[in-house]
T-cell receptor, first 109, second 115 residues
Framework: DAKTTQPNSMESNEEEPVHLPCNHS???????IHWYRQLPSQGPEYVIH???SNVNNRMASLAIAEDRKSSTLILHRATLRDAAVYYC??????????FGAGTTVTVRA | SQTIHQWPATLVQPVGSPLSLECTVE??????LYWYRQAAGRGLQLLFY??????ISSEVPQNLSASRPQDRQFILSSKKLLLSDSGFYLC??????????????FGSGTQLSVL
């Protein structure tokens, strides 16, 4: 499986943007980039996904580098409810989705 | 709309006792089903996945097993629990078919403590 590398943790102030980086230098041409987040004591929830172009939805934006070897999840205005572990995942299988350790985001009031 | 139910929410079991965790999905047909485990402070480990009734793929050799007796029911079992089986167990589903954009939808999880 293609692997991703994320920082262990990031801190942000409330109402400020958060940029979460993810490196995936071994990504193949057909791998989709998925982001999930996990709030404490809950199951992960889908955030966003993309292939080549930047993507926006109501939760976040995903910026994908031109060579696709890295991407950045952008939370435009962090709230206390955004404190979670964020997982960057490469979808390289029709059936399996493998989760790494993710980035723990802390939001300061 | 689709919903996923997982129970119980918490479970404390002695070493050597059996285990049965159940997961059901509503509002969809022929889903792909998954069991994940998360040790404290760690990422998620895929244990089993199923693409149809009676079809189970195991990702990690262990003393756990999974079964899918009905289309939308997924069961995780063990005959004898070990201390190392403690963790947060999550059931998930996705639509079937060969597409890499499929989203995973997770249940609320079962916190299992083996003592």
């Amino acid at each position: 499986d293609a692997k991703t590398t994320q920082p262990n943790s990031m801190e942000s102030n409330e109402e400020e943007p958060v940029h979460l980086p993810c490196n995936h230098s071994t990504i193949s041409g057909t791998d989709y980039i998925h982001w999930y987040r996990q709030l404490p004591s809950q199951g992960p929830e889908y955030v966003i996904h993309g292939l080549t172009s930047n993507v926006n939805n109501r939760m976040a934006s995903l910026a994908i580098a031109e060579d696709r070897k890295s991407s950045t999840l952008i939370l435009h205005r962090a709230t206390l409810r955004d404190a979670a572990v964020y997982y960057c995942i490469l979808r390289d299988s029709d059936y399996k989705l493998s989760f790494g350790a993710g980035t723990t985001v802390t939001v300061r009031a | 709309s689709q919903t996923i139910h997982q129970w119980p929410a918490t479970l404390v079991q002695p070493v050597g006792s059996p285990l049965s965790l159940e997961c059901t999905v509503e509002g969809t047909s022929n889903p792909n089903l998954y069991w994940y485990r998360q040790a404290a402070g760690r990422g998620l480990q895929l244990l089993f996945y199923s693409v149809g009734i009676g079809q189970i793929s195991s990702e990690v050799p262990q003393n756990l097993s999974a079964s899918r007796p009905q289309d939308r029911q997924f069961i995780l079992s063990s005959k004898k629990l070990l201390l190392s089986d403690s963790g947060f167990y999550l059931c998930a589903w996705s639509v079937s078919g060969g597409r890499k954009v499929k989203k995973l939808f997770f249940g609320s999880g079962t916190q299992l403590s083996v003592l």
